[in-house]
């Protein structure tokens, strides 16, 4: 009975041993935890160490340094994290160039902005001036003169606001337009390729250097017809057919149609 009590008491004082240590470690814990927080406090609040000093910016070809921060609104000589990075990026894409940014603090008191312009692409003709668009055909500006890039016209209405996307009367997706530039442009190029054009009822239409003009359907597979009709011409000059003044339309039917020395208002 006496040893056990003894042994009891043993166990009380361990446990007892065990829960100051406990408590100790704790109020160590605590005690670091408060001066790290003080420490924090006075160098962001007491000291300059988190002042915002310097915006360094890259990415930027339409506008200079001086825009890019007038339009940002950052403010040197606050502290850094009070600069809203999602309010700066959201001033910046408000820019029509301005494709996108990231913006990134680089501790302790500099921020870093990474800018994607978008870039002139193509000129749509209308009402004899040329819309300059990027590749997804956001307005980017106008021009009354013809400039150094790829022309489309169109036999439609044109409506159009700078900062927003192109409108084409009667076409359903801009992309699928932008998709078949993109694609004869990378596989024929602007040799072979030398006429672009946005037609009515969800059609368009491209002419090449062999004077041969191809309507293909924006709703079916814009590649297989593309190659389709190339084929098409080859074959027509490898046996001394005439593709001069020629129309290859996917427009009529489940099989392309050749018409000879056709007048496109006609058709």
Do not use: H, W
């Not at 160490?49 to 403010?75: A, H, M, P, Q, R």
């Not at 301005?98 to 692409?121: A, C, G, M, Q, T």
């Amino acid at each position: 009975m006496m040893a056990k009590e003894k042994n009891n008491k043993r166990q009380r004082k361990k446990k007892k041993r065990k829960n100051r240590k406990l408590l100790a470690s704790t109020a160590a814990f605590i005690s670091a935890a408060v001066i790290v927080v003080f420490c924090l406090y006075y160098v962001y609040y007491e000291t300059p160490y988190f002042v915002l000093s310097n915006v360094s910016i890259n990415g930027n070809l339409t506008y200079d340094e001086e825009y890019i921060l007038e339009k940002s609104e950052i403010e040197t000589g606050k502290k850094i994290f009070e600069i809203d990075r999602s309010k700066v990026k959201e001033n910046l894409e408000k820019e029509v160039y301005v494709e996108s940014v990231r913006v990134i603090y680089e501790l302790p008191n500099k921020i870093y902005l990474d800018i994607i312009e978008r870039i002139d692409k193509y000129q749509v003709f209308s009402n004899n001036e040329y819309i300059i668009i990027d590749k997804d055909g956001i307005v980017l500006r106008t021009n009354v003169e013809k400039l150094d890039l790829i022309t489309i016209e169109s036999y439609g209405d044109i409506v159009y606001n700078i900062g927003d996307s192109v409108q084409f009367e009667d076409i359903e997706n801009n992309k699928k337009i932008f998709d078949t530039i993109e694609y004869l442009n990378n596989e024929y190029g602007t040799e072979t390729i030398s006429k672009l054009i946005v037609d009515i009822n969800n059609r368009f239409l491209f002419e090449t250097q062999y004077g041969t003009t191809v309507r293909i359907d924006l709703n079916e597979d814009i590649n297989y017809q593309v190659v389709f009709a190339m084929k098409i011409i080859n074959e027509r000059l490898n046996n001394n057919l005439t593709v001069a003044n020629g129309l290859i339309d996917f427009t009529k039917g489940d099989s392309p149609v050749y018409i000879e020395d056709f007048k496109l208002e006609e058709y």
